[in-house]
Structures are given as C-alpha cells and as structure tokens.
C-alpha cells in the first residue's frame, strides 16, 4: 500500500492546490486536510506543509501555526520518523515549531526565516538552489543526483535564516545546511541569495533527515508552461524543473 | 422571520418638508449628507414624507455618484458591450467573457476593475489593500476561483526621498503586495506612471479576474421564486470604520477634509478574506451538488442597505432586514452606522431556507470564521419579500420603508459639456526636432525615463506565481500569462494601459490609445483579445471642461473597441479627482484587456531567440506619434499633436500578425510603447538576458522606421524573411534589422553595450522602492 | 543627548493583537486583553529633543494621523505587564520604517515591539506571567530578545 501524504491547510494557507497538483503528478498518494480536520492527521504517513501566511504570519511567520493543533500531529510525526516536507510558509513553520534544524527543545526554537534583507520586504524573484549537502543526509533529498541544481521562485517576506553564531555554526557543522541559493550555472555568491539569508541558506533539514523545510517554491516553476522558453517544443503541461524535488520526495516514500 | 407590522411611527426623521433651501442645505451639510436639496425634496415628495434618518443615509450612499453613476451612466451605455464572446455582460458586479473549451466544458473569465484613488490619498496602505479586497470579492461573488490581478497605478512626483508623493508610492505598493499576497491571487500585469498633476490624487486601480465553468455562474440577483428566503450576511463584524464611504468618494479632497475623514477608514483584514474565498469556494461546491440557484453579492459602498437591496430589487423582489441580527464588533452603533456603514470583508448570500444551516455550519463552524476575526461570522439578517418594499428594522422600530426600486432605480445628472477641439494640427518644426539626429546619450535618457525604466523594483515586492499557474509574469513580456484552469492547456493574457501624457493632449484620442494599447500587449503574447474593461479616473464633472474629458473619453474608448472588435464588459467610473485648489488629474480612461490562447504552448515571448533572425517593425495604425512622447519631453519639446488613429489599419494590421503568429512565423515579440521602438527592442534583449542569453540587435532607421517613434505596432523576430514576407502583402512590416549574438545594440553608426543600457534603465525606481 | 521613548499604536482595530490573544489563550496564559504598539526609542542632541515628538508626529512613514495615536512614554523601559521585543542583530527595513525622512537632531532609533497583557482583573499581568508569553509565543530567541 502507498503511502498516505497529508497536505496541510492552516488558516491562511494559499498554496494547497498546486502543491497537490505536483503531488499528484508525481504519483503521490496526497489529499488536502483543512484544520477542521485536525483530528484525522495522526492517520497520515507523511506531511507536506505548503505555503501561504497561516494566521497571517502574525508576531511571526509561523509562531502561531507552529502552536495550532495541526502541528501537534507534524511534531508527533516528525519524532516518529514520519517524512515532514515543508515549503515556504510550510517551512517558516517548521522551524518555528523546533523541528529544523532540531537543536533543541520543540517549540522552542534555534533558528528563524526571518525578515529579509535588506529593506524588509517581500520579494517575488526567480532563483535556484543548489543542493549543499551529501544527498542520502535527508531522506527527501535522497533519489537526487549530488549538487542537484533546482529552479524555484523565492516569494517571501521572510526568507533570511538567522540564528546566534553559535546556532549557526551548528547549523553549517551539522549538516543541516540542505540548499544553498545558487546562480543559474550552479555557481554561489551573494547576489544569488535573494533575501540575505545567513550561510545562504535556502532550506534546512533535521539530525534525523526526515524534516526539510525549503523557502523557495519549487512547485511554482514545475510545468512546462511556468517557464516557456525554456520547454518550447515539449508537452507544457508536464512537469519539469522545480519537480525535481517532488520526485524524490515521492520516492522517499516508496 | 416574522413579516413586519409598523408598530410605531418612523423615527429621527431628516426634516425636508416645509423647510427652506437655506435650512435643508445647512442641515445635509451638518449631517454629512451629499444629497443635494432637490435630491432630498425629490425623496419626500416620492415618500409623502420627511425620510427617517437612516434612509437619508441610504438614498445618500445610493444616489452618490460613487454607487449611481448618475453623471457617466447615460454616456457609458454607448459603449460597445455586445459579442460572440460576451458571457455576462455590464450590469452585474462582474462582467464574464468566454475563454475557451476543453473536453466539453466552457470556461469563462470573470473580469472586474475598480479604483480606490481616494483612501489611497489619505491612507495608503490601507486604501490601497481595501482596493485589491473589493475586487476581489466582486469577482468572487460570481462563483468564481479569483486568479489574478493586476494593478495600473499614477503616483505624483516621487523624486523628493522625504515628500508626501514618495510617501504614498511606496505605501500603496506595500498595501496591494500585503493584501494581494496574502489572499495567494498573484499579480500578473500592471503599469506605473509619475506625474506631478498626480501630487494630489493618487490614481489605484486594481484588475481582478476569475475563471468558471460557465455552466455554474451565480448571479448577484435574488433568485426566481425566492420570495421569503433568507438574507444571510458573512463576514467580518460591522464596525464604524467604514461609515460614509461613499459619501467621502464624492467630496473633493484637501488636507482638513483627510483629517474628518478619519472615521472612513476601511481596515483590510486579508488573512479573513483568504479564508472566506476558500469557504465560498466550499459553498460553490455544496450548491452545485445539490444544483441550488442562489443569489451572491458583495458589499461595497452603501454597505448592508446598498448591497441587499441590489440584490434583491435585481430579481424583482423586496427585503425585510433586521438590523439586530447583524453582527457589530462595537456597542451602541447607530442603526444607519449598521445599515449603510461599509465595513470591509463582506458579502451577502441569498439561499433556500432549507440550506441556511448547511451554509452557516460551512462558515462558522468548518471555517471557524469566529476563530479568525473578532465578530466574524454567517448570520441571517433577513428575507426576500414579494412586496417591493426595502425595509429594515430595529428592535420594534421600522427605520426605513422605502420602494426598493425608487431607492436602486437609474437616477441621471445632466450635466454640461463641450465637445472638445482634436488635436490634430501637426506643428512641422517641432515634428522636424524630434525626427533629427540625436547623440547616443538621448537613448540612454529615454531608458532611465521615469515611464520607461524598469518596474521590477516595485512589482517584486508583489507574489507573482502564487497558484503555480503564472506563464508569463510581471515584467516578462507586455501582458501577465497564466494558465488558470489547471490541468487544461486553455491560456489567459491580461494587460493594461493608459497614458496620462496623453491624456493632457486630447482625452478622446488618449481614450483611444489606450484601448489599442491594451489590444496590442494581449496580441503580442500570442493570444486573442477577447474582452476589455475600463476605469473612467476624472476631475469634477461640474466643471464644465473636466466633464467633457469624461464624455470625450467614453467615446474615444467606444470607437476603439468597435473597431477592434471587443467588447467592454465591465467597469468602473472614478471622478472628483481634483485637489482642493482646484487642479484635477491628466484625463485618465484606463483600460484593461482580456486575451485567450487555446493552448498555453503557443503564447509568444519578447525575449530574442536567435542571433542573425530578422527584425521587423509591424505599424499598427497610429506611427507617427510623437505628441505626448518620452523622446519630446527628453529634448524639453512641448507639442500638443496627438494625430489620429486609422483603425483600419489597426484591425488589418492585428489581424495578419496574428495569422503569422498561427502559422508559426513569429520567434519574439513585443509592443512598441513607451520609450518608442528602440527601447522595445533593447527590451527584448534584456528578456533574453534573463533567460540567459546574450543577445544584441543591429537596426537601422530609415524614412519608414523612426527608431524613437512612440506610435505603437510591434518589434517581431522572424527565424526565416522569406516565409513572413509572403505576409507582406497584408502586413505592412518594415525590415530594420537583426538580432546578432555579440550583446551589443547597434542603430546606424551608434553603438550601445547592452549591460550599459541595462543598468541605465534598472536604476531608477530602485531607489524609490528600496 | 536625551533619550526619548514613543509609543505609536493603531487606534484602527488591531488584528494581529486579536491573533495574538487567542494564541496565548489557547496556550492557557492567563492574559484578557492585549495592546501591542511600536515603541521608538530616540537619541537626539539636545537642541533638537524638545521638537522630537512633533518631528515624528510630522513623519507620515512611522505616524499616519488616520490610524495611529503616538505617546511619549515616561520611562525608556517596559511598564508592568508589558514586554519588548528586541531584534537581534541588524533590523532590515529600519529605514524604510523611518522613510526618507531623517528625523533632525535624531543620532539613533531602535525599535521594539512592545505587547502590553491585562489578566482577568484588567490589571497588568504579573512578571512570571509576561515571561511566559514571551517564551512561550512572542519572542523567538534565536533573533529576539525580551525585554520585562
């Protein structure tokens, strides 16, 4: 039997449905489960948490959906070993809650996406991100080749990873440090980082390799016609690029 | 509910009978009413009374040019709005057009366009959010998915870091991103202009648009046979916040009047209105299972009063409102605070007592409205009733008995206008200066011109492919792509335009400009225009040669559209925008198009595809043009030459282009606009610079190819001469040269490097939106 | 120099403190009421000090007329009941915030959040019961700090 992924709608949330398009396209067992379903999620094998503003990001992307009883059965899941995928506001969330990069306590966290830099504000901008870590270290990662290089669009408020130095030499030193944000021909500097992230960070994952919380959207780069010039003269409607990151997913899950 | 008994006489009246001009005027005034003194005599002679209170408030907000449209209606109604692809045309909160067929379903765009000039001015942030929530609930209310937006907006000068313009621009941006963001709709066109006629009236309009199976369109109508069902109200708790919202739309603005204005201030509350649109779409799918009609509507200016006797007048019935049923976030509010009071997030379903409860449960309990706002629910406020009667009532009190129709029915201002001088005489020696040679520098300029430099500084701040379905975003080509029905290969084009330079020469032919303008950026991508809608920004229609502008403009917009072929099918008319001393806005019709592609893989981009393909200038009926032009106000030359369009050209010219496009001719593509054709095709380069590819261009002007001409047409990229040119029979395209691989622009004997042009034209508005 | 410290608060409803309040409720922190305002502390010269609240009254990027009222606190440091929110490290935006208008005599601004919770009496909360909601939602310690 595959297995059953729960794809998360908190108050807010506003990515649900292209998130299970991806899903699905790359044959996943996934259905919506809206927070008047709360109750249900202990049933599901896996959790994908996708973007949006749950609680509308109020006093801090994430800090009020990562108390939401929702996310009682994502940490739940999470210490059990269940597969937890967060993107964007997924991912903010995540954090918020402890559970990436997991160096202390849950709900008690030891990093942020935070404000972006410099001015503060959202930026809707397209990038890649190229994968920073040996691909077997996050089982969500695992099907992708090394230094895997994906297309996605960073649109946040509040992307920047911060954390004391302390955390963020944990972060670098202990292999959570999963993407790192990347120019077209895989290249890293620091105008391919969009929001300043610290390390230029771009998704994290847990000790375990269970957890991965990404801040660009792969799932919005991931037909065909979200990049046109690019896939002139294939079927538009399949996906391609940002996908990627859902087939391994996918696979981690077999 | 019970039906009502008058148990005591009509309260608080607004006393008309008998009084004197003098007495009935000073007292409108102290009560904040903007009815004029026949308007309220008119009320009393129709009532055989003096109006209660809360209905001077009613017919106050019905009969205000914001809800009446009382000046521009009558000229509105000469518009072209009739078509093969017209679904629902004007008349309804949003009008639909037919985008096109898959597997036996009909797919329809629902369109709306709305401004929100005047809370901008006075808080911009939240005015312009307020703009962004509006539409949407008037595309939502359709049964519609929203899908997109798109935002023109006119700010004053923002050169000044510390002005009250820089202030506004930058606000407005940062309102429309938190709102727009929020719901998850991304923004996919839109445009920006800077002027100093725009200092004290900041122009915001918002675009929004919806698809739907057009076999499951709601109407804004009490359905038939719905007499005694109930009036359910959602949303967000009825404050103060926004009483006399119309009202204030209709008063000039100045300093003072922003400060009593306070109370007018509609507070945004996107996180709520994300979760209404996602329990709507909920109730959309409850009523289709059990193929319910229902009636669906939104509140706007005139609040529970306008949006509720609309509705049910509509479907040629009456209403009984309760105004204690009505959920209100603060104590004691009055009960025309309650009835007319525009209170942001909002709507009115219109069901079968038998699914109320169903409807409710979906909203307060599945939903958790309660949970989200403060106050925040579905309630039922009311009934449908066979008398055409609009009554509310609190406690015992009836406080408004009214025919409905006399309160929603067309009233109409005559007003004087003067048919407006063209500007069609050419002045040679000026036409001479621009046409001349001009050193390198000149084009440098015309890129890091405020209204040709690049956007991206501003529309980045905004979620562009939120929805996973953007094709083409802001900023990649000259309309907004996206695929909206998912999983269907069916393509949507969006584009706006308007010019306000022109709009200072001649409001007619600005009006005209616009709509090619708009026909030209959807065709451009590849796709069919297939419906237009509009918003009318203009001065005070009492003063003569502003009112003009206005009527002068709706023609202009209606010979454009006819000859083009499509139709408007909705809009919206925004006046009194003018400053307190008196100086009104650039006449300012500003028009939306819709395009169709019926395979997404077909939609063309601007980004050059090869190095050695031709380049052709395509005219497109209006070259020639350089009135009102960046390259004249570059070289400091004033010339009032707007000439006409010869839309015959226009329509042939569209028409062939569009068949090369069909037949696979055309690599690249962009509309020449602002900056003329030169800064089109260094555009293009720039396009293919963000796909990673370095391209330049080789062009040379002629007597047919003005490199600096603003007059719209197309820069095309063409694989292979011989096959286009077999179109040239009914393409009148120029040849002027060819896309070369080395990153360099070359016009005659200038030469430009292509990374120095870029970093001239993104510089500017970086710094305005740091 | 002086060191001044303004309070500028929404008189619009505030949604995020409504947000806020059913979070901290739902954690069982015993809070009825919240208020959340900016507060600015300024270091101006002292020719310039005595004109800093109009200076800031005048600035529309931190104070619109329409929807906040401003309020120079007595002391620099938070009342009962009441937590700052620090940002650790550097404040992007804090600019932006200011807009472009430098506010004259002003030789530095710090922001912070600052959240005011009244218990079941209406009174301000005691300390243990600030710090917990602090700790438990309002602060982030890997980027903030609190101040009580």
């Given at each position: ?254 | ?377 579905a309630t039922v406020i009311g009934c449908v009733s066979k008398a055409k009667r609009y009554v509310m009532r609190t406690g015992d009190e009836i406080v408004m008995d009214v025919d409905i129709d006399f309160l929603t029915g067309t009233i109409r201002d005559e007003l004087p206008f003067k048919e407006l001088a063209a500007s069609d005489t050419p002045e040679p020696s000026a036409i001479d200066r621009l046409r001349a040679d001009h050193p390198a520098e000149v084009l440098t300029k015309i890129l890091a011109h405020r209204d040709v430099c690049s956007r991206a500084p501003l529309y980045k701040q905004y979620d562009g492919v939120v929805r996973g379905c953007t094709v083409l975003e802001r900023g990649a080509a000259d309309a907004g792509v996206i695929a909206p029905v998912r999983g269907t290969p069916l393509g949507m084009a969006v584009s706006v335009a308007g010019n306000p330079r022109y709009g200072k020469i001649d409001a007619r032919r ?57 139709p408007f099918v909705s809009g919206n008319v925004s006046l009194y925008n003018e400053a307190a001393a008196g100086n009104a806005i650039p006449a300012s019709p500003i028009v939306a198009c819709i395009g169709a592609l019926a395979d997404i893989s077909n939609v063309i981009t601007p980004a050059f595809k090869g190095s050695g393909y031709a380049l052709y200038y395509v005219d497109a009926g209006a070259n020639h043009n350089n009135g009102g032009s960046v390259l004249a106000e570059v070289l400091g030359i004033q010339l009032s030459y707007l000439p006409p369009i010869d839309f015959d050209v226009a329509a042939a010219q569209l028409t062939a282009l569009r068949a090369a496009m069909d037949a696979g001719l055309i690599r690249a593509c962009k509309a020449v606009g602002n900056g003329g054709a030169v800064s089109t095709i260094v555009q293009m380069a720039f396009a293919a610079g963000k796909n990673g590819k370095r391209f330049g261009a080789r ?72 | ?148």
């Amino acid at each position: 039997m595959s297995a059953k992924v729960g794809v998360l709608i908190y108050p807010g949330t506003n990515s649900e449905d292209e998130t299970l398009k991806l899903l699905h396209d790359v044959g996943v067992d996934a259905r919506l489960v809206h927070w008047s379903e709360a109750a249900t999620l202990p049933n599901y094998d896996a959790y994908v948490l996708p973007g949006g503003f749950a609680h509308e990001d109020r006093i801090r992307a994430g800090a009020i959906a990562a108390h939401d009883r929702m996310t009682d059965s994502v940490i739940e899941g999470a210490q059990k070993g269940k597969l937890v995928f967060g993107l964007c506001n997924g991912a903010q969330i995540v954090l918020e809650a402890g559970l990436v990069p997991g160096t202390g306590p849950v709900r008690r966290p030891t990093a942020a996406f935070t404000r972006n830099s410099p001015n503060g504000k959202f930026i809707c901008r397209h990038v890649h991100v190229r994968l920073a870590i040996d691909p077997q270290r996050c089982a969500i990662t695992a099907a992708l080749p090394k230094d895997s290089l994906i297309p996605a669009w960073a649109a946040h408020g509040e992307g920047r990873l911060a954390a004391t130095d302390a955390h963020l030499k944990e972060i670098a030193s202990g292999g959570h440090l999963a993407f790192v944000y990347a120019h077209a021909d895989g290249s890293v500097d620091d105008r391919a980082v969009p929001n300043g992230s610290a390390l230029g960070a771009a998704a994290l994952t847990n000790r375990e390799g269970n957890v991965l919380a990404i801040m660009p959207h792969p799932e919005r780069d991931a037909w065909g016609f979200n990049h046109p010039d690019r896939a002139r003269g294939t079927d538009m409607l399949a996906p391609s690029g940002g996908v990627a990151l859902f087939e391994s997913f996918a696979k981690a899950l077999k | 509910m019970q039906p009502y008994r008058r148990t005591r006489p009509l309260p608080k009246n607004f006393e008309v009978i008998a009084k004197s001009e003098h007495e009935i005027r000073s007292a409108a005034s102290a009560a904040g009413l903007a009815l004029r003194v026949d308007e309220l005599r008119r009320i009393a002679d129709h009532l055989g009374r003096n109006p209660t209170l809360v209905e001077a408030y009613a017919f106050d907000a019905q009969w205000s040019e914001h809800c009446s449209y009382k000046s521009s209606r009558h000229h509105l109604k000469n518009l072209p709005t009739t078509g093969p692809t017209v679904v629902v045309g004007p008349g309804e909160d949003a009008g639909i057009v037919h985008l096109g067929e898959w597997k036996g379903e009909r797919y329809g765009v629902v369109v709306a366009h709305e401004s929100h000039n005047h809370p901008s001015q006075v808080v911009p942030f939240e005015g312009a959010a307020t703009g962004v929530g509006g539409i949407v609930r008037d595309v939502l209310c359709m049964g519609a998915q929203v899908v997109a937006i798109a935002d023109p907006l006119r700010f004053g000068r923002v050169e000044d870091a510390d002005s009250h313009q820089r202030y506004i621009a930058t606000s407005v941006v940062d309102g429309i991103a938190a709102y727009g963001n929020a719901i998850g709709v991304p923004n996919i066109a839109g445009d920006v202009y800077f002027d100093g006629q725009f200092d004290n009236n900041c122009l915001v309009n918002v675009v929004a648009l919806g698809v739907i199976n057009e076999s499951e369109i709601i109407h804004s109508a009490a359905p038939p046979g719905s007499e005694g069902w109930d009036i359910v109200l959602v949303g967000k708790a009825t404050d103060a916040s926004g009483f006399g919202g119309a009202a204030f739309s209709s008063l000039a603005l100045d300093a003072q009047d922003a400060e009593a204005n306070k109370s007018a201030v509609q507070v945004p509350d996107p996180f709520l209105k994300n979760v209404i649109m996602r329990a709507s779409y909920r109730v959309f799918e409850y009523l289709r299972e059990h193929k319910i009609t229902a009636g669906f509507k939104d509140l706007g200016a005139g609040g529970i009063m306008g949006c509720t006797a609309e509705i049910c007048s509509s479907g040629g019935y009456g209403a009984v409102i309760d105004l204690d049923d009505v959920s209100t976030s603060q104590e004691n509010l009055p009960p025309a605070v309650i009835a007319i009071g525009e209170t942001q997030e909002r709507l009115t379903w219109i069901v079968p007592p038998g699914v109320t409860s169903e409807i409710l449960r979906i909203y307060n309990q599945e939903f958790s409205l309660p949970q989200i706002a403060r106050g925040a629910c579905a309630t039922v406020i009311g009934c449908v009733s066979k008398a055409k009667r609009y009554v509310m009532r609190t406690g015992d009190e009836i406080v408004m008995d009214v025919d409905i129709d006399f309160l929603t029915g067309t009233i109409r201002d005559e007003l004087p206008f003067k048919e407006l001088a063209a500007s069609d005489t050419p002045e040679p020696s000026a036409i001479d200066r621009l046409r001349a040679d001009h050193p390198a520098e000149v084009l440098t300029k015309i890129l890091a011109h405020r209204d040709v430099c690049s956007r991206a500084p501003l529309y980045k701040q905004y979620d562009g492919v939120v929805r996973g379905c953007t094709v083409l975003e802001r900023g990649a080509a000259d309309a907004g792509v996206i695929a909206p029905v998912r999983g269907t290969p069916l393509g949507m084009a969006v584009s706006v335009a308007g010019n306000p330079r022109y709009g200072k020469i001649d409001a007619r032919r600005a009006a005209e400009h616009a709509v090619l303008e708009a026909v030209c950026k959807v065709v451009a991508v590849g796709a069919t225009p297939i419906g237009l809608t509009d918003c009318l920004n203009f001065g005070n229609p009492k003063k003569e040669d502003q009112y003009s502008e206005l009527v002068a403009a709706v023609d202009g917009l209606g010979r454009g559209a006819r000859a083009l072929g499509v139709p408007f099918v909705s809009g919206n008319v925004s006046l009194y925008n003018e400053a307190a001393a008196g100086n009104a806005i650039p006449a300012s019709p500003i028009v939306a198009c819709i395009g169709a592609l019926a395979d997404i893989s077909n939609v063309i981009t601007p980004a050059f595809k090869g190095s050695g393909y031709a380049l052709y200038y395509v005219d497109a009926g209006a070259n020639h043009n350089n009135g009102g032009s960046v390259l004249a106000e570059v070289l400091g030359i004033q010339l009032s030459y707007l000439p006409p369009i010869d839309f015959d050209v226009a329509a042939a010219q569209l028409t062939a282009l569009r068949a090369a496009m069909d037949a696979g001719l055309i690599r690249a593509c962009k509309a020449v606009g602002n900056g003329g054709a030169v800064s089109t095709i260094v555009q293009m380069a720039f396009a293919a610079g963000k796909n990673g590819k370095r391209f330049g261009a080789r062009v040379e002007r002629s007597r047919k190819f003005s490199t600096l001409d603003e007059g719209g047409g197309f820069i095309v990229e063409v694989a292979s001469r011989e096959a286009f040119e077999s179109f040239i029979p009914t393409v009148a395209a120029h040849h002027i040269g060819a896309v070369t691989g080395d990153a360099l622009l070359i016009v005659n004997d200038q030469r430009f490097n292509i990374d120095d042009l870029h970093a001239s034209w993104s510089a500017p508005l970086a710094e305005v939106y740091a | 120099m002086k060191t001044s410290a303004l309070a500028i608060r929404l008189k619009i409803p505030d949604n995020e403190a409504f947000t806020a309040l059913g979070a901290l409720q739902r954690l069982e922190i015993g809070v009825t009421r919240l208020e959340r305002a900016d507060v600015w502390v300024f270091q101006a010269e002292d020719a310039h000090a005595g004109a800093l609240l109009s200076a800031v009254r005048r600035n529309e990027t931190l104070f619109n007329p329409n929807k906040h009222e401003l309020a120079e606190l007595e002391a620099n440091r938070p009342r009962a009941g009441e937590v700052w929110i620090e940002e650790l490290g550097e404040d992007p935006g804090l600019r932006a915030r200011l807009g472009g208008k430098m506010i004259p005599g002003v030789r530095s601004a710090k922001r912070y959040v600052a959240w005011r919770l009244f218990g079941s009496d209406n009174a301000a909360v005691d300390p243990a019961t600030a710090r917990a909601a602090a700790e438990a939602l309002l602060c982030n310690p890997a980027i903030e700090r609190a101040i009580l």
